[in-house]
């Protein structure tokens, strides 16, 4: 049962255009959200989170927007930069129960020059 | 400050026998989590401990467990293994866990099941 929806495994974006990724989920006790990027051979890193009792939350070039009635999450980076290639997972985590992190299955970005 | 360290990185084992990994949180971090990722199958969440106790536990079978030290480095053990435990298994520390603070992970542990 997968709880976090990432339906995209890849996206192509130009350099200096939007790339934007896109996660669901199911679980309508999740109440705060974390996206993370992933070089190869690296461990995730963290970008940047939204609460549920938010709709946006912006740092630098990477935006995230949280739609709570369609469950749904996007990533926002603009403007694109080569750097940016990765695999990038959203996750997600409920105040209820134990707060672990639930992952997405991931989306790789490819910035093209 | 250094990161969050694992080892070994690369590791071959053969089915039905059993495997340490260790994790070495940054320095002052209590909380010490651990994922499983494959393809298709993202980072699944095995279990969280904090001050040498197990505060969570995810989706996993009895063969995964894990314990945690004083200094608050962190071992995982894998018992008699199957192919389809072959997996990048991550380490990931916090100061206090929960999702809260913020996790960082280490470079993972590759390990491949023939």
């Known amino acids: 049962d997968q709880q976090v929806k990432q339906n995209s495994p890849s996206l192509s974006v130009q350099e200096g255009r939007i790339s934007i990724l896109n996660c669901d989920y199911t679980n309508s006790m999740f109440d705060y959200f974390l996206w993370y990027k992933k070089y190869p051979a690296e461990g995730p890193t963290f970008l940047i989170s939204i609460s549920s009792i938010k709709d946006k939350n912006e740092d630098g070039r990477f935006t995230v927007f949280l739609n709570k009635s369609a469950k749904h999450l996007s990533l926002h980076i603009v403007p694109s930069q080569p750097g940016d290639s990765a695999v990038y997972f959203c996750a997600a985590s409920s105040n209820f129960g134990n707060e672990k992190l639930t992952f997405g299955t991931g989306t790789r970005l490819t910035i093209i020059p | 400050k250094a990161g969050v360290t694992q080892t070994p990185r690369y590791l071959i084992k053969t089915r039905g026998q059993q495997v340490t990994l260790s994790c070495s949180p940054i320095s002052g971090h209590r909380s010490v989590s651990w994922y499983q990722q494959t393809p298709g199958q993202g980072l699944q969440f095995l279990f969280e401990y904090f001050s040498e106790t197990q505060r969570n536990k995810g989706n996993f079978p009895g063969r995964f467990s894990g314990r945690q030290f004083s200094n608050s480095r962190s071992e995982m053990n894998v018992s008699t293994l199957e192919l389809g435990d072959s997996a990048l298994y991550l380490c990931?520390?916090?100061?206090?866990?929960?999702?809260?603070?913020?996790?960082?992970f280490g470079p993972g542990t590759r390990l491949t099941v023939t």
């Open positions: 990931a520390s916090s100061l206090e866990g929960g999702r809260r603070y913020e996790q960082y």
